[in-house]
């Protein structure tokens, strides 16, 4: 949120877009009692912007019931771009207006578009919950009483802020410095051409067998978790698609953000808000020639190793916006690495709901119309994965957007097949028998190379 502040350009419009099914028979005065519902419930959704007095913003929210929902719904025949782009042209988070609906009565279908400043990848599945608990009640004909939440954005905020001064995390500035300087490996944007609106686009799928290991044998193998092994593979792609060779390259992290083991009686499961962690990270994944990489080789595994112990090295992510946003006394103000990753996690659950009750509709992509605004990249190129369910089992879909002054399609289809092929090495090695513990697994001090010959001598056994 911080990071959205020092934007320049327009900012008023930066979303998140979904597009649910409607069940059968719900009406327009049901989509309002809805959408009020969760404008009631969730503080955030009624949130306003204002100036803090010191050159900064400040989160107002007034209390439920002051945020009309008939003046946030809009109703159309069907969905169009020129309908979603009427919806997105309404919000306004200086004004208060954080949510805008779009109710298509011939298609049954409800768009949720809400500002980024109040909501994030996971509160969209706290959202579609409350929904349908909503709708189950509303039904019913009883009122709707939506359960309670545990720790508020607002209680969240300031423990961010107290954290910020705890001589632990200042004591990793210089850590975060080192990081910080790794050489950007592609030019930066420029913010008068590449913005959202001009921005390139590209969507492609992983093979579910593939992404099933992923999701499973390959971070098991290795210890890790799925990003860990997403994000070295990305590493492992870019050097090959920008001929670093060995040399460590930057990329900026986005993370869920929801840490509640910064403080005790920290319950962020049910709270609606933008957690995100924005972070940079330096790898060095090259040396190996494509070849061994696409083949699984046992150098595969050395590599994923050793990638995983530099990232285990590096400081926990969250400290990194603290000290450069939330402490005055740090000084962490270079340049953003140019290229960007997040991993959203698995996705598309409300795919699989019953017809009786609310659900994403995974099949319709006029979301894609809400995010062409005017304001300016974030990163040269960047790709936001999930997995995705499907019937022929779970996906892992890329979508990339990058800098029309920079790259063009060809490149970047050119990067997404480096980055799948990547993944299917790692996962063609751990298939072979790949994998085992790094010194980070354990609390003994041993080496790597300690730590392999303890593995070959009782791999039988």
Known sequence: ?????????????????????????????????????????????????????????????????SVDAGSCVQTVDALSDEAMAAARSRLNPFTGAMLSALWATETGQLVLMIHHLA??????????????????????????????????????????????????????????????????????????????????????????????????????AFHAGVQDILLIAFGVALAEFLGTGSAPVGIDVEGHGRAEELAENVDLSRTVGWFTTKYPVALAVGGLSWAQVTAGAAAVGTLVKDAKEQLRSQPDGLTYGLLRYLNPDVDLDGPDPTVGFNYLGRLGAGANLSEDLWRIDESDSLADAAAAIPMPLMHTV?????????????????????????????????????????LAGISTHVKSGGGGLTPSDITARVSQQQLDELQRQYADR
């Open 119 to 220: 909501v994030d990848g996971v509160s969209w599945r706290i959202l579609l919950e409350d929904l349908n608990i909503a709708w189950a009640q509303h039904c019913n004909g009883q009122q709707v009483e939506l359960p309670a939440g545990g720790t508020s954005f607002a209680r969240w905020s300031a423990l961010l802020a107290d954290h910020a001064r705890h001589s632990d995390v200042v004591g990793l500035t210089e850590a975060w410095r080192q990081v910080s300087a790794t050489p950007t490996v592609l030019p930066p944007v420029r913010p008068e051409v590449d913005t959202f609106a001009r921005a390139g686009s590209l969507s492609q799928s992983l093979d579910s067998e593939t992404t099933r290991l992923l999701l499973g044998d390959v971070p098991a």
């Open 1 to 65: 949120m911080r990071w959205l502040h020092s934007v320049d350009g327009p900012v008023d419009q930066f979303n998140q877009t979904v597009v649910l099914r409607a069940p059968v028979g719900v009406t327009e005065d049901d989509v309002t009692a809805m959408v009020q519902a969760l404008l009631d419930r969730h503080a955030m959704l009624r949130s306003r912007v204002g100036d803090n007095g010191t050159d900064g913003w400040a989160l107002t929210v007034p209390d439920p019931g």
């Open 382 to 422: 960047e790709v936001n994965a999930s997995t995705v369910d499907t019937d022929t089992g779970p996906q892992l879909q890329a979508n990339w957007t990058w800098a029309p002054s920079t790259l063009n399609e060809s490149q970047v289809q050119r990067l997404s097949r480096l980055w799948f092929d990547a």
